[in-house]
């Protein structure tokens, strides 16, 4: 029988295990180099332990590259990744818009599911192995290691998010990484002594300044983000955080402006007039005293995001309600401005942006068009995501098409 066809899987992540599993079952010996200590260290970590493995409503165009993820998602759509883990024997269970967990509620599940694939297929993990180059030939691929030794193989699939100097040696252009999907730095003027406290809200991103936009939501004029999120929001002592933020955080730029709808579901005349109804009621219930405008607030907000609501208007908590004055607490509910300093605890982001320029791979097989015998997946490509499922669906799609692809010298 010929020799097998030798495949080096450089990262042990997500990707990377996936592309050993996928090269393996396609017939080829595998070896996993990994920089860490043990593989799969930051599969651990995702979603807050809980591994969020896919999302069953997930389309190309969630992603910042549509065209080039397109033909990955077609070969391992989210239902395929999902029935690719059950064959595993990871049971998993779909949960809010479309966000898919293992039934453990444990991210190491998914982990010990890979490694005993691995293990079955007889995929090497050899730890503690840093990559500095690859050479493409041919025919063969030569890895150069720190400890001087080369690794020879007949195909390299580089599933290092940040390890794209491999690539660089094989002439590939690199989209610079920037952090992606983490909290943003703002003024923390308008949101003092929230911290903590979350939200539901709609959240845009918009090149006017905080003062214009003011204006213009009392002008009547229509606001137009560049780009907005509906979900939630957690309020930090240094600015926003929550999902609706993190997603926001791919997009965003230093002093551009943060505009917080609390209530997205309840259209500004909707609000002016439910607040002018409860001024009313108020006004006719109680007698014993007069109606505060934290009476007014009381029900409709939580205690603390009211009081700051308040204050953005010009209004106490004990200030007396005026009917049919209520414009500037419309705007302080619709229309929370927020200036953006920039990314908040970057180092903590989820992601990043950025990577190998696309254009130089093939997106059936991702295969290097530069270098022979050489395929990249996950991060190690300029592709991204939303939260939710997106980057991990990303991860396990590329590395299963990079893996076989490797194997079968597509």
């Known amino acids: ?15 990377g295990l996936v592309a050993a599993i996928a090269a393996a079952r396609a017939g080829a010996r595998v070896c996993i180099f990994e920089q860490a200590d043990r593989v799969g260290k930051k599969i651990l970590a995702t979603g807050n332990g809980r591994c969020n493995l896919t999302n069953m409503n997930l389309t190309p165009d969630d992603y910042n590259n549509p065209l080039f993820v397109a033909p990955v998602l077609e070969q391992y759509s989210p239902q395929d990744i999902r029935a690719f883990f059950e ?62 030794q080369d690794a020879e193989a007949e195909a390299v699939v580089v599933a290092t998010g ?59 004029l229509p606001l137009k983000p560049l780009v907005s999120e509906k979900g939630e929001v957690l309020f930090r002592d240094y600015g926003v955080s929550g999902i609706a933020v993190f997603n926001l955080s791919r997009f965003v730029q ?30 006719d219930t109680v007698s014993v005293y007069k109606p505060t405008c934290k009476d007014l607030l009381c029900g409709l907000l939580h205690p ?62 991702l295969a290097s068009t530069l270098a022979p015998n050489v395929y990249a ?12 499922g997106y980057n991990l669906q990303w991860a396990w799609a590329s590395g299963l098409v990079a893996g076989e692809s490797a194997a079968l010298g597509r």
């Not at 943060?258 to 009621?281: F, G, H, I, V």
């Open 1 to 15: 029988m010929p020799e097998k066809r030798r495949i080096i899987v450089i990262g042990g992540g997500a990707s």
């Open 377 to 388: 997946c996950g991060e190690t490509l300029d592709v991204d995501g939303p939260c939710g």
């Open 254 to 283: 230093i002093n551009q402006t943060l505009a917080l709808d609390l209530l997205p579901d309840m259209p500004a005349a909707e609000l002016q007039n439910w607040l002018d109804s409860r001024c009313k009621a108020l006004f």
């Open 162 to 220: 940040g390890g794209t100097e491999l690539l660089t040696r094989c002439a590939h252009t690199i989209i610079p990484f920037t952090p992606a999907l983490c909290a943003l730095e703002t003024d923390t003027g308008r949101i003092r002594g929230l911290s903590g406290v979350r939200s539901h809200a709609r959240a845009g991103l918009f090149d006017s300044s905080p003062e214009e936009l003011d204006h213009r939501f009392d002008e009547g």
């Open 304 to 365: 603390r995001i009211a009081t700051a609501v308040l204050r953005m208007a010009d209004l106490k908590p004990g200030d007396s309600i005026q009917p049919g004055k209520n414009a500037a607490l419309v705007r302080a509910i619709k229309c929370l401005t927020l200036r953006v300093r920039g990314l908040a605890n970057s180092t903590n982001a989820q992601i990043t942006r950025g990577g190998a320029d696309l254009a130089e791979f093939n997106p059936s097989t």
């Open 87 to 148: 064959e595993l024997g990871l049971v998993t269970f779909e949960e809010r818009e479309g966000r898919v967990y293992p039934r453990t509620n444990a991210a190491n599940s998914v982990l010990d599911v890979l490694r005993l694939a691995c293990r079955q297929l007889g995929v090497e993990e050899c730890c503690g192995i840093d990559a500095m180059g690859i050479t493409a030939a041919d025919e063969k691929v030569f890895v150069h290691t720190s400890s001087g």
